[in-house]
């Protein structure tokens, strides 16, 4: 099925879905408007009409807390930084290009890998959680990483990027076009590494405006942003979600989000960027990139501002993450049918 942008595969499952990245997708229905052909797992009705309605739904304990923590503590470790002396979080250093000193300001972890990562990946209740948004079980799991940040100030102020009228706003944005005519479906999903406290910024998110979004695109220009909304927030208010160590939160692509800024003393704000999409079994290419990368620890290719880290790259710190069964399959490495594809 030839497309504009490239060839359109289908996803491994019963129920339509078509991509060509594995990062959105086409579907017969949209994501909202999905009527449960297969029974809930983790997502009460109460929780999947929530999800429908207003764009994201949190999952409790998808993760152990004490499995969050641990996953904190490498964060920290990771990017040699002392939990216990803010100093160390501010230590002037080089960067390659604007986009690494962009990540840096945000907090992201150049990791994705390592065997707790992985872990969560693997774990039974977040699979569920995803397998009742999307639908189907047939899944692939994003090659994602992790986000620790502290107080955004010094070299971490957000107002060392220069800010833009339009397009990307970090603070509140779109993941998809959202002035197409059929909207992509995409999920995106964190997992929170601590309890959320409401100066320590993170996920917030414009829930009404998904509810009424059919309703008020007709009232806007024909040339209005795709991914920033240009709302009144006293009509669409933000909020912030509060969330406990090991909560899943997951979100409709179309749902306008973004991360608000660190304005405390000395806590950070800490996630794992955790995601599930059906899987693209038939595109060999895409999946073979998948398995190489998590055999041999290499940056994942799937999004352009994934950029490895520039001290000392996670492929030379530890081994290759063991996979479960159903690890094996969210990655590719095995087809949902039971086929091994690669070894």
Request: with cysteine; proline share 7%; charged share 25%.
């Amino acid at each position: 099925m030839p497309t504009p942008d490239g060839y359109l595969y289908r996803a491994a499952s019963d129920r339509p879905y078509f991509s060509a990245d594995g990062d959105t997708y086409l579907a017969q229905t949209p994501l909202k408007n999905i009527d449960k052909s297969l029974p809930l797992r983790v997502l009460s009705k109460e929780d999947l009409a929530f999800w429908q309605t207003y764009g994201y739904v949190v999952v409790k304990e998808a993760i152990p807390a004490a499995a969050a923590k641990k996953l904190l503590d490498f964060a920290w470790e990771f990017q040699g930084l002392d939990p216990g002396r803010p100093d160390t979080w501010y230590t002037e250093r080089a960067f390659r290009t604007d986009l690494e000193r962009d990540l840096y300001i945000y907090g992201f972890v150049e990791a994705y890998h390592h065997q707790l990562i992985w872990d969560s990946r693997q774990t039974q209740r977040v699979y569920d959680a995803f397998v009742d948004v999307w639908d189907c079980e047939e899944l692939w799991v994003t090659l994602d990483r992790l986000n620790l940040n502290p107080p955004n100030r010094g070299n971490r102020s957000r107002s060392l990027i220069e800010p833009t009228d339009e397009g990307f706003d970090i603070e509140l944005h779109w993941d998809v076009d959202s002035t197409r005519g059929v909207l992509p479906q995409r999920v995106q999903g964190i997992i929170a590494l601590h309890d959320t406290q409401p100066e320590l910024g993170g996920f917030q998110c414009s829930p009404e405006l998904f509810r009424r979004f059919d309703r008020w695109k007709l009232d806007q220009p024909a040339d209005r942003d795709p991914v920033r909304p240009g709302v009144d927030r006293s009509e669409f208010p933000v909020v912030r979600p509060e969330l406990g160590a090991g909560d899943l939160l997951i979100w409709n692509g179309m749902l306008a989000h973004g991360v608000a800024p660190n304005t405390s003393e000395r806590g950070v704000r800490s996630v794992q960027y955790l995601s599930m999409m059906p899987a693209l079994e038939e595109h060999h290419e895409l999946r073979a990139s998948r398995v190489d990368s998590w055999r041999h620890l290499s940056t994942p290719t799937w999004n352009k501002t994934l950029v490895g880290d520039a001290t000392r790259h996670e492929s030379l710190r530890y081994p290759t993450a063991d996979l479960t069964d159903l690890g094996e399959r969210l990655l590719g490495r095995t087809s949902w049918n039971g086929i091994a594809t690669e070894r």
